[in-house]
């Protein structure tokens, strides 16, 4: 028996809180309606999907809780910032001269 996920979720929200699914191992053997169940944040790992890098992962972020993740910070860029330029047909990189702004 597993919980009603649709229900929790809809009952989390109506008492002001936001829901996170972790959908990680799901996700990669069966299709997930994210329209019905609904919640604010989902976690997925792409290892789980293609058994490759390890570490890799994504978050879906339904909108209205996008400002949920940037409160508190005044630069809304997320990123890795570990090179200044990559060009994506080539085997081409230039590394950030200093790592200590990471």
């Given at each position: 028996?597993?919980?009603?996920?649709e229900?929790?979720?809809?009952?989390a929200?109506?008492?002001?809180?936001?829901?996170?699914?972790?959908?990680?191992?799901?996700?990669?053997?069966?299709?997930?309606?994210?329209?019905?169940?609904?919640?604010?944040?989902?976690?997925?790992?792409?290892?789980?999907?293609?058994?490759?890098?390890?570490?890799?992962?994504?978050?879906?972020?339904?909108?209205?809780?996008?400002?949920?993740?940037?409160?508190?910070?005044q630069?809304?860029?997320?990123?890795?910032?570990?090179?200044?330029?990559?060009l994506?047909?080539?085997?081409?990189?230039?590394?950030?001269?200093?790592l200590?702004?990471l």
């Open positions: 028996d597993r919980p009603d996920a229900s929790i979720v809809r009952h929200r109506a008492s002001g809180w936001y829901t996170m699914l972790d959908i990680a191992k799901h996700s990669s053997t069966d299709a997930i309606n994210l329209n019905c169940l609904d919640p604010d944040f989902a976690a997925l790992s792409f290892y789980k999907w293609f058994g490759d890098p390890t570490g890799i992962g994504g978050l879906l972020v339904r909108r209205p809780a996008i400002p949920v993740i940037f409160e508190n910070q630069n809304h860029y997320q990123g890795g910032g570990s090179v200044d330029v990559m994506p047909n080539q085997d081409y990189t230039v590394p950030k001269r200093e200590a702004s």
